[in-house]
């Protein structure tokens, strides 16, 4: 049999005999559902798998470049009848590709900012406090203050500038509710899930070991997060590091339903907002986070949110999870214009996410279909949704 090396190191070497072949990951795959060839599904690349450790084909590039057109969106995990960790095996396969050197040139680059810079884009440090520009007096004196909670902002909500409206939004919402709450700015580094997503699980220690002695250092308690991967890999930093860190992890969804609940939040009336959520796949299927931003919505007088189909644990990925969209962008587009067209089906006038890969996604397919819809972040609606101050009382409830 042909050794696969870092597939047996972490022990998913039998994951290939343990398939029934049913085919239940394929139909839900997206990668498969654009490509329609059997080799492109979990199914097919896990048979590829079997048949390299039989000896009977190789682990070259064309096998490598499959293995990255995946989405790692763990729908196959979630519906596979013999309980298989696909996400996980998908992982691993990942640091053999690496390791055998035939990382995509896109991964490379990734992997190389990660490690190098601390970002995803190359930027640096100092590019993480533009989002801040505007709203400085919300911000004064925030960025490193000793508070017990924290907000983490994320590679692409600090440094994209389509994004900084997100966060905008965020500190408005804490800032109205009266929380004290304390920014890493410069000092935050990436989460690390891109280095896991680009085949090093070794290197997130030192991501981990960045964030965590800051927010030590602050006494956080609580960190509020604008992305499910950033807050999927903080999950998993005890792992890493073989140690708990007893912080508690919210998404903003669930951040913001508590204040709802302790009547920290109040809304005005909105002029009829017909919006539909679009669940992303690690708020969905790994941290359960479906119902929190609906409650929301309900919540907000004039917001009348429809469903799309599918939806919650069933959701599709957007395309441009787990490096899909640097890998191969058309494809990664493809995949979004499908999910646009689960939208188009119904009466809704705005998408409402909680993912900034998925508004990324989103606003490109947009443009390649010429769907005009708006696409907007669960906080975005929120802060919009505001009761004035003048009118809403003290902030400090």
């Known amino acids: 049999m042909t050794k696969l090396d870092f597939i047996e190191k972490y022990g998913q070497e039998n994951e290939p005999y343990v398939c029934a072949s049913c085919g239940n990951c394929t139909l839900v795959c997206p990668v498969f559902r654009e490509l329609k060839w059997e080799s492109y599904g979990p199914r097919g690349k896990l048979h590829v798998v079997k048949s390299i450790m039989e000896g009977e084909s190789e682990f070259g590039k064309d096998f490598a470049h499959k293995i990255f057109l995946c989405n790692l969106c763990e729908h196959c995990s979630s519906v596979c009848t013999t309980g298989i960790s696909l996400d996980r095996f998908w992982e691993v396969a990942r640091v053999e590709v690496r390791e055998r050197g035939l990382l995509p040139a896109p991964v490379q680059f990734v992997l190389n900012s990660v490690k190098e810079r601390g970002d995803i884009m190359w930027m640096g440090s100092?590019?993480?406090?533009?989002?801040?520009?505007?709203?400085?007096?919300?911000?004064?004196?925030?960025?490193?203050?000793?508070?017990?909670?924290?907000?983490?902002?994320?590679c692409n909500v600090s440094l994209k500038s389509q994004l900084h409206d997100v966060a905008k939004s965020m500190v408005k919402i804490m800032d109205y509710a009266g929380i004290d709450f304390t920014l890493l700015g410069d000092k935050e580094v990436c989460c690390g899930a891109p280095l896991g997503w680009a085949g090093n699980l070794i290197d997130i220690n030192e991501m981990a070991e960045k964030n965590l002695d800051i927010i030590r250092k602050l006494g956080v308690e609580t960190i509020v997060f604008s992305c499910p991967s950033c807050i999927q890999s903080w999950t998993e930093y005890s792992k890493y590091?073989?140690?708990?860190?007893?912080?508690?992890?919210?998404?903003?969804?669930?951040?913001?339903?508590?204040?709802?609940?302790?009547?920290?939040?109040?809304?005005?009336?909105?002029?009829?907002?017909t919006p539909t959520f679009h669940d992303p796949c690690i708020s969905a299927r790994v941290l359960n986070a479906t119902e929190e931003p609906r409650e929301i919505m309900d919540e907000i007088p004039?917001?009348?949110?429809?469903?799309?189909?599918?939806?919650?644990?069933?959701?599709r990925c957007c395309g441009s999870h787990g490096l899909l969209d640097v890998v191969d962008p058309v494809l990664s587009s493809k995949i979004a214009e499908k999910r646009l067209r689960d939208v188009t089906v119904t009466p809704?006038?705005?998408?409402?996410?909680?993912?900034?890969?998925?508004?990324?996604?989103?606003?490109?397919?947009?443009?390649?279909?010429?769907?005009?819809?708006?696409?907007?972040?669960?906080?975005?609606?929120?802060?919009?949704?505001?009761?004035?101050?003048?009118?809403?009382g003290d902030k400090d409830h």
């Open 126 to 154: 100092a590019d993480r406090l533009l989002w801040m520009e505007d709203i400085e007096e919300l911000v004064k004196g925030r960025v490193l203050k000793k508070a017990k909670v924290a907000y983490f902002l994320g």
């Open 241 to 273: 590091l073989k140690e708990d860190h007893n912080i508690e992890l919210l998404t903003a969804s669930q951040f913001i339903s508590r204040l709802i609940r302790e009547k920290r939040l109040r809304f005005e009336e909105q002029p009829m907002i």
């Open 302 to 315: 004039g917001v009348y949110h429809v469903e799309m189909n599918p939806s919650r644990q069933n959701t």
């Open 348 to 392: 809704a006038t705005r998408i409402v996410t909680e993912c900034p890969r998925c508004i990324l996604a989103f606003d490109l397919a947009k443009f390649t279909t010429n769907y005009d819809i708006l696409v907007q972040d669960i906080t975005q609606l929120v802060a919009s949704s505001l009761l004035p101050k003048k009118e809403g």
